[in-house]
């Protein structure tokens, strides 16, 4: 018998404003010092604003943490923690995208565990004892699902690796998804989160660990992005904004209990070496890597086509593989993604070393064909 198991938030709020609970849930929950985890960007751009207005308005105590880089290191966690227990917090609040988040995650699990305050030992699968302080996250971004996974990524500088750490205890016991947040994404902050958003949707509805439950999520997840990321990105619609956040939202729910693969293990060197953004890298490697697990899972792929009202009748399994990498670039494309690495600063002579890194990242493990490493450089290669 094999058993499934299922994790998410403990509640969830989500709509256009819904940031405005925050300050009832706080004081319901008796939580006082608040410890706002952000970046300058989201400051300057007076997203951030958004949500320290609702506390100033409830005369709710807090400060700023926004030292956070978009692909964030040990030592952003590390400043984070001193600042934290400084101020002698006893609840987090995340204001960003993946990368606040999952600092947010780190420092939350350290301040109640501290012997992983080294940080580098939370990779990976971490023992941690005790669940981490209380986190609520509130994601300015439609892509990520950081605030319902049980996961979070931090980059180990000095190492030029992306640290993928799973941990049950850092998922945030409030997420609240207010797509008002996310209205001034710039455009292509928009697509490439959107991508990433259907990279965990797609990775997880084949990963080995894929079943009922997550499937349900996945195949949702998929069809709100083809139908609104188009929109959500050329023309900031606030219907599809919304539509947006709720799907990845749902793809988190998945993919944060079944898994990813190796489209994550590679993009992840792509972070950590060349600081390349997170979904644009993701979105670069997807219709390739999608060509090479299509081998072993191209009934999956049927799935998906079927889903999304296309017709699968009659054709081969190598015009259901084409017809599903075409659906994937086309949208790639209408939202202005680049489709090469080559466009991004990645260097021909370092395939071998990303490949080499790939095969050692958690998320390898989950995807539906076992590669070699030659296998990885010739998928980098493809896609340079």
């Known amino acids: 018998m094999s058993t499934n198991r299922f994790m998410l938030n403990e509640t969830s709020y989500f709509g256009r404003g819904a940031r405005e609970i925050l300050s009832e849930e706080l004081k319901a929950r008796g939580y006082k010092k608040i410890f706002v985890v952000t970046d300058k960007a989201l400051v300057g751009a007076d997203v951030t604003s958004k949500v320290t207005d609702v506390l100033e308005k409830a005369n709710i105590e807090f400060t700023v943490y926004d030292e956070v880089k978009p692909n964030p290191t040990i030592k952003n966690v590390q400043d984070g923690i001193i600042k934290c227990k400084e101020y002698e917090t006893d609840v987090i609040v995340a204001v960003g995208g993946g990368s606040a988040i999952d600092t947010a995650k780190a420092i939350s699990i350290v301040m109640t565990n ?169 979105a670069i490697l997807l219709p390739y890597v999608m060509r090479y697990n299509g081998a072993v899972c191209s009934d999956r792929f049927a799935e998906i086509l079927q889903a999304l009202n296309v017709s699968t009748e009659g054709m081969s399994k190598n015009e259901i593989i084409a017809k599903f990498i075409e659906m994937i670039k086309k949208l790639s494309a209408s939202v202005g993604i680049t489709q090469k690495l080559s466009e991004v600063g990645v260097k021909k002579e370092d395939i071998p070393m990303l490949a080499k890194k790939a095969m050692i990242d958690p998320c390898k493990p989950g995807n539906p064909r076992d590669p070699s490493v030659e296998d990885i450089i010739e998928i980098f290669k493809t896609a340079y």
Do not use: R
């Open 114 to 282: 501290p012997d992983f305050s080294d940080i580098v030992s939370l990779n990976g699968v971490a023992n941690t004892k005790n669940k981490g302080l209380p986190l609520i996250a509130l994601p300015t971004t439609a892509g990520t699902a950081a605030e319902v996974t049980i996961n979070y990524v931090i980059t180990n500088e000095e190492e030029e690796v992306k640290m993928v750490c799973i941990d049950p205890h850092d998922i945030p016991v409030i997420a609240i998804v207010d797509s008002e947040l996310m209205e001034s994404m710039p455009k292509s902050l928009a697509a490439a989160t959107g991508m990433d958003a259907l990279t965990h949707a797609v990775e997880g509805y084949i990963t080995k660990g894929a079943w009922e439950m997550s499937d349900m999520f996945h195949l949702k997840a998929i069809q709100l992005i083809f139908k609104y990321l188009p929109d959500a990105v050329n023309k900031k619609d606030p219907v599809a904004v919304e539509q947006m956040g709720l799907a990845q939202y749902i793809a988190g729910m998945g993919f944060s209990n079944v898994g990813l693969g190796i489209v994550h293990s590679m993009a992840h060197q792509l972070g950590a070496v060349y600081d390349t953004p997170h979904g644009l890298a993701n």
